[in-house]
């Protein structure tokens, strides 16, 4: 990949965003992961005022908020247009949980972090003119959807949903986001325990890259030439264990289009 090309159509990209819509910068929220980490430093990289968003629920002071602090620093040293806050949530979330139900679920309770982060980086954005980033891969936001409706998914534009993860790494290298966070396990931080993205999906980005292209290949191919090929055929020389992943992936795929696409429109006969 040409990170200096790519480097330069995203922060271009997201400058003709920002003035489109009158925007006077941006809000990237900070995990202390690859993504955000690169997000956040091509975002710097516009000149353009930016806020980087550190709000975290229940987490545990450690190696993840660590790197999420020393990240900040470093870009705020560097940039005078960046801006650093941090917020913790634990008490909105736990205020919200108690208000509204009794016994919350594991899973809506990572799906309320997520929202609940989602409305704070909108509050920042509405109160200084700016636009949100998302911090979504091509992998999480367009092959299987491991991200929270209208919580993480809720953005104005998406910088890097056209790279994998391994090319998210690659540009994070070239553009010198430090290794620790480069190499960082990655998690969402919305669990109350510290599973990672791969526990909790149940295969590498690595392995789901590999099934996305194989995927997208079988789905090319039966539009092209209307061949009636099942995945099972297409996959037959496939290890069992690139079988598995491939199982995994056109089950989360074909399950969360309803994250991928705008909501369906009752299209109807008015005469």
Not at 180 to 188: G, M, Q, S, W
Request: charged share 25%.
């Amino acid at each position: 990949m040409n990170c200096q090309n790519v480097k330069n159509q995203i922060i271009s990209f997201m400058v003709a965003k920002a003035m489109a819509a009158k925007a006077r910068g941006f809000v990237v929220g900070v995990s202390g992961g690859v993504d955000s980490g690169l997000v956040s430093t091509l975002a710097s990289l516009t000149g353009m005022p930016t806020i980087l968003l550190q709000l975290p629920i229940h987490r545990k002071e450690g190696e993840i908020s660590r790197r999420a602090n020393d990240h900040c620093k470093r870009l705020s040293d560097l940039f005078p247009n960046v801006s650093c806050f941090s917020h913790d949530l634990s008490s909105t979330f736990d205020a919200f949980c108690n208000t509204l139900l009794c016994d919350i679920a594991e899973l809506t309770g990572a799906n309320l972090r997520s929202r609940l982060r989602m409305v704070s980086a909108y509050a920042f954005a509405n109160q200084f003119q700016y636009i949100v980033l998302g911090t979504g891969n091509k992998v999480e936001d367009f092959g299987v959807g491991f991200f929270t409706k209208y919580g993480d998914g809720g953005v104005d534009i998406s910088p890097i949903g056209d790279l994998l993860k391994s090319e998210v790494r690659e540009l994070a290298s070239y553009l010198g986001v430090s290794p620790e966070i480069v190499n960082a396990i990655p998690t969402d931080e919305l669990w109350a325990d510290t599973r990672s993205d791969e526990t909790a999906i149940g295969a590498s980005y690595d392995e789901l890259e590999e099934a996305m292209k194989i995927y997208d290949e079988w789905e090319e191919r039966n539009q092209i030439h209307s061949a009636d090929i099942s995945l099972d055929d297409f996959t037959s020389l496939l290890s069992d264990r690139q079988k598995e992943v491939m199982k995994i992936y056109a089950k989360r795929h074909n399950a969360n289009q309803h994250k991928m696409k705008m909501p369906p429109i009752c299209i109807v006969d008015k005469n």
